[in-house]
């Protein structure tokens, strides 16, 4: 089985200051990790993801990623926040022997002017 | 390129009501998929097809049906609408090739269902 978890419901961050929002999963095998984001009314979108490789994995709008296998974990982090980056992130993960996606419950950021 | 588009943006119900909710892709993607999402739990796959003529439930399917006679088309059925089918129903779709299960998913717009 599959899963994935948002610990926060919400993280409010001031504008400039760098972000966080956390992921963590479970898998049998090996991991396929993705992150989404949906803006208000919105379908969601990519932003990034890890297949295998480098742990650390850059994706849209200056985000990026780490994978640590150790802690299941796959952080969504951005350096500088910007008001536009307010919106709902989804973490999502498929295990390698799996064909569907299993997405968590979402994150709201909020970015604070 | 049109992506992902689905139809109606918006529709409300009456109990007992049937209706289609339609998805089309023009990006010649193997994989499509129908999801709801409730506030607070995230994404929930209802059904979701490997090609043209191959569908199979997801985790939320009862209430549902599927089809999928095209590589382009998965439209959605609801029966007999319930209270509970009250919810933003997403489409979307991807390419299954090299990647083997790293294939990222393209959304569509969103349907905005209201059951009453």
């Known amino acids: 089985a599959q899963s994935v978890a948002q610990p926060e419901d919400q993280v409010n961050v001031a504008e400039g200051n760098p972000l966080t929002v956390k992921c963590t999963y479970s898998?049998?095998?090996?991991?396929?990790l993705f992150w989404y984001v949906q803006y208000p009314n919105r379908g969601l979108q990519f932003l990034l993801k890890y297949i295998t490789g480098d742990n650390l994995v850059k994706g849209s709008y200056g985000f990026e990623a780490e994978f640590n296998k150790s802690q299941t974990s796959f952080h969504l982090k951005k350096p500088s926040a910007l008001v536009s980056d307010s919106a709902l992130y989804f973490c999502a993960v498929r295990d390698e022997g799996y064909q569907k996606v299993t997405f968590g419950t979402g994150t709201k950021l909020q970015v604070i002017p | 390129n049109a992506g992902v588009t689905q139809t109606p943006k918006f529709r409300i119900l009456k109990i007992g009501q049937s209706m289609t909710l339609q998805c089309t892709q023009d990006?010649?993607?193997?994989?499509m998929y129908w999801y709801r999402q409730d506030p607070g739990m995230g994404l929930k796959l209802i059904y979701y097809s490997v090609g043209a003529g191959i569908t199979d439930k997801g985790e939320v399917p009862n209430g549902y049906n599927v089809s999928r006679s095209t590589t382009e088309d998965f439209p959605l059925r609801l029966e007999l609408a319930a209270p509970s089918q009250t919810s933003v129903y997403f489409c979307a779709s991807s390419y299954s090739g090299l990647a083997g299960g790293g294939e990222t998913q393209y959304f569509g717009p969103g349907t905005r269902l209201l059951v009453l």
């Open positions: 898998v049998s095998g090996n991991p396929y």
């Open positions: 990006m010649n993607h193997n994989y």
